[in-house]
């Protein structure tokens, strides 16, 4: 029962660097986000899809990119890292249906750039 | 542009003590909203929900009313538990997307 599942758990890198955090979930869920959790902002949304081969920005969309080949999985791309994008960062994903489909929420990605 | 207010912490209280988490909103027509809590190390869990005005959310022993007249939607419990310190977060829904704006979250300690 995986859920969410998200990797790495934690990373630390040097300005300029490059990297993807992967998010995968079980679910067969057609919705997936990503967030970043910064101390005394909450959660903010920086890119979403709404099903497979589609993404749109949200709210903190520069420095990132994304995509979402294949429905269980949605990648997160920062391709010069910057200080700015110390964060913790968090996949979620939910499902259609009747009413609200709550988010699930992987367990996060510890970001450290120097 | 939405967004969610809600009471800085952290909040500390005695266990069996009666909790309070404020939260208001800024949004145009009728937005869902919800309760997410956050223990340590690990990603948000939905705690209670409310869909229409007058709703009460019910969870665990929490409760939340969705008042529109006052734009709140404040989390309650009458008697907290040790177990119930984590991160507490007021958040909406509204339009496509299914998408979430969060409050800032409010963390709660409980002490014996």
């Known amino acids: 029962n995986a859920g969410v599942t998200q990797t790495p758990k934690f990373r630390v890198l040097k300005t300029g660097q490059s990297m993807t955090l992967l998010c995968a979930q079980d679910?067969?869920?057609?919705?997936m986000y990503w967030y970043r959790q910064d101390p005394g902002m909450g959660l903010r949304l920086i890119h979403y899809?709404?099903?497979?081969?589609?993404?749109a920005k949200g709210e903190v969309p520069d420095g990132y990119n994304v995509s979402r080949l294949k429905k269980q999985n949605f990648l997160l791309g920062l391709e010069s890292a910057a200080p700015s994008q110390t964060s913790v960062y968090f996949c979620?994903?939910?499902?259609?249906?009747?009413?609200?489909?709550?988010?699930?929420f992987g367990d996060g990605t510890r970001l450290s750039i120097l | 542009g939405d967004s969610v207010t809600q009471m800085e912490g952290p909040v500390t209280l005695s266990e069996e003590a009666f909790l309070t988490i404020n939260c208001t909103y800024t949004a145009t027509g009728y937005p869902s909203l919800f309760w997410y809590v956050q223990y340590p190390g690990e990603g948000l869990q939905l705690l209670l929900k409310a869909t229409k005005a007058d709703d009460k959310g019910s969870n665990k022993g929490f409760e939340a009313t969705y008042r529109k007249e006052t734009t709140s939607f404040h989390l309650e419990k009458g008697s907290v538990q040790v177990s119930d310190s984590a991160v507490y977060f007021c958040a909406l829904s509204r339009g496509g997307g299914n998408k979430l704006t969060f409050g800032t979250g409010t963390q709660l300690k409980v002490e014996l």
């Open positions: 979620a994903s939910n499902g259609q249906g009747a009413g609200y489909q709550p988010q699930h």
């Open positions: 899809s709404v099903g497979e081969g589609t993404t």
């Open positions: 679910m067969n869920h057609e919705y």
